[in-house]
């Protein structure tokens, strides 16, 4: 019974680990255009946001998930 709960543990660590490279790569992946949006006049912020919106907001997810979790994008 305790192997059984060790491997349970292990398995729920192991998911944890690679939800969590996985929201780091991303983050990795699709700051650039982050910070290119970031960077955007006001008046050009919309258009570009249309143009990545599926970028912008996978990097949303992402960070949203890390932060929940408390680990820095650093």
Not at 27 to 32: F, G, L, M, R, V
Not at 35 to 50: I, T
Request: charged share 20%.
């Amino acid at each position: 019974m305790k192997l059984r709960n060790e491997i349970a543990e292990l398995r729920s660590k192991s998911k944890t680990y690679a939800s969590t490279a996985h929201n780091l790569q991303v983050c990795h992946t699709y700051k650039s255009v982050w910070l290119e949006y970031a960077s955007q006049p006001p008046s050009k912020k919309g258009a570009f946001y249309k143009q990545n919106e599926a970028a912008l907001q996978t990097y949303s997810r992402a960070t949203s998930q890390l932060d929940k979790m408390g680990i820095s994008q650093l």
